[in-house]
C-alpha cells in the first residue's frame, strides 16, 4: 500500500490457488507480462497472494471457490473493481480471458483518473464487515493455521486454500 501512495499507481492484487489447475493459463499470461496487458500492468503496483491466511474477509469479498481472483484497488484500499469467474473447475478458459482482464484493468485505470471525486460511488462496492476477520479465526481453523504459511516443511499444511474459506462464507 505504501508503495502504491508513493508512486501514485492503483493496487492490482491477485489471489491465485497455484494447486489449482482452473484459470492457470491466464495467471501465467499475467505473471509473465502478456504483451496484451503488459503496459496496462506497469500502471499498477502489482500484488500476487497464494494463500487465503491473514486475508481480510471484509476487504476481499469475492466467490471463494475459484482459483483466481483480481482485486484493483487505489492505496486506501477503496475497491475500484473485481475479476474472475468460475463455471466449472475444468472448463474455466471460457470463464476468463487476456481481453476481457484488460479490459477490467483499463477500467479501473479510468476510475482511479477519477479519484477521489468518485470514492463515495465505489464505497459500495464493498460489502458488510466480516463477522471473522481472518479466516484463520474460524472456529474449525484456530490451532490449526496461522496468518502466515510455515515455510519450514510444512507449507502444505499451514496453507489456507480459498475454497477452505467459501466452506465458512458461502
Request: net charge neutral; with cysteine.
Amino acid at each position: 500500500m505504501e508503495w502504491a501512495k508513493e508512486s501514485k499507481k492503483p493496487l492490482l492484487v491477485v489471489f491465485r490457488c497455484v494447486p489449482c489447475e482452473a484459470c492457470a493459463q491466464l495467471d501465467e499470461d499475467v505473471v509473465q507480462r502478456d504483451p496484451q496487458v503488459r503496459e496496462l500492468l506497469d500502471k499498477f503496483v502489482c500484488v500476487r497472494i497464494i494463500h487465503a491466511n491473514g486475508m481480510d474477509l471484509s476487504q476481499f469479498q469475492f466467490d471463494y471457490d475459484q482459483s483466481w481472483a483480481a482485486f484493483f484497488l487505489n492505496a486506501d484500499m477503496t475497491i475500484y473493481g473485481r475479476y474472475g469467474t468460475r463455471s466449472h473447475q475444468t472448463e474455466s478458459k471460457d470463464d476468463v480471458s487476456l481481453e476481457g482482464f484488460s479490459k477490467a484493468l483499463n477500467k479501473a485505470l479510468e476510475l482511479h483518473s477519477q479519484f477521489p471525486k468518485n470514492k463515495t460511488a465505489l464505497l459500495a462496492k464493498r460489502g458488510p464487515d466480516s463477522e471473522v476477520k481472518v479466516p484463520e479465526q474460524f472456529p474449525s481453523f484456530k490451532g490449526k493455521y496461522g496468518a502466515k504459511l510455515d515455510y519450514d516443511g510444512k507449507v502444505v499444511q499451514s496453507c489456507i486454500h480459498c475454497h477452505q474459506v467459501d466452506k465458512h462464507c458461502g
